[in-house]
């Protein structure tokens, strides 16, 4: 399994689902030849290098760098964070892609991508689909809703603290995903890209739940209770203005989605992860329990007997 050449995985040091990091982690975990593009050295790069990844690191928006980060590469995989700069790196990857004679890729794209969007990032996202597929590029696209990981960046802190989740979701559903479900799909693609050229995939987890649904599985699984509380999207927006390293672009796109949300325009299910990545998806009830530490704590058997929620 391992003569199929080396992948280039982009973004492969991502942290809010870390698609990237996962898919390049299977791939060398099966044996192939990874070489991992990551926008700083860290801690990420150091544990991809032990693994046998090669390891650049550069920006996506240097034409330079990622031409010669394409050297030698037959397949790539492409993710990048919701920044202002996505049609930039997206032109940059696919003019270097084709100059280097690129066999197939992967691009992480996402639910909401589409003209007409009220989120610049969505319509970015959807031009960014149009540049690669226009490029003679053999592409396939993902499209999932949120990842089961962002439920620790909006929710964790407040269920800790309150047993509350504050979220301008509205009664909307989404079957959040897990990133390393996700992984599963991309490099299962690109190991076998031919079924799946020009194609667009929407990959979810098992179920399509409401805030108020998810609350009841963190009350489960916590055994204690969580509540969901539907905030003002206004409200949301000066919250997350206050915190670290939020963009007015990034900020705009979430209020955007989430307002999406309410619409119900991430109801989606499918059995992409299951079909193409070849196991069920993780259920919101396992990540939890996985991440219990993020959502903590978890009331004792005992004390849930004596006190059901």
């Known amino acids: 399994m391992a003569n199929q050449g080396t992948f280039l995985i982009a973004g492969a040091g991502g942290r809010v689902g870390a698609t990237g990091n996962h898919a390049a982690r299977q791939l060398l975990n099966e044996g192939h030849s990874v070489r991992a593009f990551l926008r700083h050295l860290d801690d990420r790069a150091e544990q991809l290098r032990s693994r046998g990844a090669e390891i650049v690191v550069g920006d996506l928006r240097n034409f330079k760098t990622v031409l010669a980060a394409m050297e030698g590469v037959h397949r790539a995989y492409f993710t990048y964070p919701i920044e202002d700069s996505l049609l930039e790196a997206t032109t940059i990857f696919a003019v270097a892609g084709k100059r280097a004679g690129l066999e197939a890729m992967v691009n992480m794209s996402q639910i909401t991508a589409r003209p007409d969007h009220p989120s610049p990032a969505a319509r970015q996202h959807w031009l960014a689909e149009q540049i690669l597929n226009s490029s003679g590029l053999d592409v396939t696209h993902l499209r999932p809703p949120f990842f089961l990981e962002n439920l620790i960046w909006f929710a964790g802190r407040t269920i800790q603290a309150e047993g509350r989740i504050y979220l301008p979701f509205g009664r909307g559903r989404h079957a959040p995903v897990g990133g390393e479900d996700l992984a599963r799909v991309a490099a299962a693609i690109l190991l076998d890209p031919a079924p799946h050229r020009g194609k667009i995939y929407v990959p979810t987890g098992p179920r399509s739940l409401s805030l108020t649904e998810m609350a009841m599985v963190f009350s489960r699984v916590l055994g204690r209770p969580v509540e969901y509380v539907a905030i003002p999207v ?64 978890v009331q004792p058997e005992a004390e849930r007997e004596a006190h059901p929620t």
């Not at 307002?259 to 992409?272: C, I, K, N, R, S």
């Open 234 to 297: 206004e409200l949301w927006q000066r919250t997350l203005a206050k915190l670290p390293r939020m963009s007015p672009h990034f900020i705009e796109h979430l209020a955007r989605v989430a307002e999406a949300h309410q619409q119900g325009e991430f109801d989606a299910l499918t059995e992409v992860v299951k079909e193409i990545g070849g196991e069920p998806p993780k259920s919101l009830e396992a990540f939890v329990r996985e991440n219990s530490d993020a959502f903590g704590p």
